[in-house]
């Protein structure tokens, strides 16, 4: 299986500056060794499809559940579909820390993913408290059980762990620390236990080799460092290596 390498805009770049970015990312990687994500705003995903000069897959950062509805501002899964995206983030930490997202949503906007056709990367992680307290386990195991009924119909997805201490603040889990968050999260799918799974927190191009090598890591979900083409094309390469060679975590 080729690792994932994942870029999360998050509310960067708009069509202009997203035909921009594209025309600086270049790797030379093979598709069979790494698989390269871009989730961009929705308002951008016609840019990216027309502007993108390698093989990259498109998703967005966010569905509502409802197919159509009263619903000002959101986005359904169906016309992200439409409009050229073929995966969707569920449950990013942003969503559930800033907007309040519950584990239920997370649920039900798998459910939706898996209506409309897109492949749902969902994100799961704890807070440092969390982590001090040593409720790591709980804490995987709970996100991962809210949404797991919603993949029982069959499906592709992935999981994202994203241990929320990690993210923007230059703090990264070690490779040790993000194979045993996987095996948890391996675990805690059960049946599905063989879907790609991803380490997202500040991954750089210094870091991701090591961490696309780690045992049960499949690939990573870039913030920051995704927004600079140069620096992803660093991490794009990195995944290409980890993903053509034999030593690294099998993807399932
Ligand atoms: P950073 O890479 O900026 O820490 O963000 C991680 C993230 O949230 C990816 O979804």
């Known amino acids: 299986m080729p690792k994932v390498v994942?870029?999360?805009w998050k509310m960067h770049y708009g069509p202009a500056e997203t035909a921009n970015y594209f025309a600086r990312f270049r790797p030379d990687a093979n598709p069979e060794s790494v698989s390269l994500i871009f989730f961009v705003a929705g308002l951008s995903l016609h840019a990216a499809k027309t502007s993108a000069r390698v093989p990259v897959e498109l998703g967005v950062q966010s569905i509502h559940w409802e197919p159509s509805g009263a619903l000002t501002g959101e986005t359904s899964a169906e016309m992200a579909a439409e409009a050229g995206a073929s995966f969707a983030l569920v449950g990013h930490s942003e969503r559930r820390h800033v907007f309040g997202e519950t584990d239920a949503e997370v649920g039900r906007k798998v459910a939706a993913a898996v209506r409309a056709g897109l492949v749902?990367?969902?994100?799961?992680?704890?807070?440092?408290?969390?982590?001090?307290?040593?409720?790591?386990?709980e804490v995987l195991r709970r996100?991962?059980?809210a949404f797991l009924p919603s993949l029982q119909g069959g499906g592709r997805f992935m999981v994202a762990y994203e241990p929320v201490w990690a993210?923007?603040?230059?703090?990264?889990a070690t490779p040790q620390d993000?194979?045993?968050a996987h095996g948890i999260v391996r675990e805690a799918l059960g049946e599905l236990g063989r879907a790609p799974i991803l380490y997202g927190g500040?991954?750089?191009?210094?870091?991701?080799?090591?961490?696309m090598s780690a045992p049960d890591v499949d690939g990573v979900l870039v913030g920051g460092a995704s927004l600079d083409p140069e620096v992803f094309t660093k991490i794009a390469m990195a995944g290409d290596s980890a993903g053509?060679?034999?030593?690294?975590?099998s993807a399932g």
């Open 167 to 172: 993210i923007g603040t230059g703090e990264t």
């Open 143 to 145: 996100q991962v059980s």
């Open 244 to 249: 053509g060679s034999t030593g690294g975590g």
């Open 120 to 137: 749902p990367v969902v994100c799961v992680g704890e807070l440092l408290e969390e982590r001090r307290a040593g409720r790591l386990a």
């Open 6 to 8: 994942a870029g999360n």
């Open 178 to 180: 993000a194979s045993d």
């Open 202 to 211: 500040s991954v750089k191009s210094g870091n991701a080799t090591a961490l």
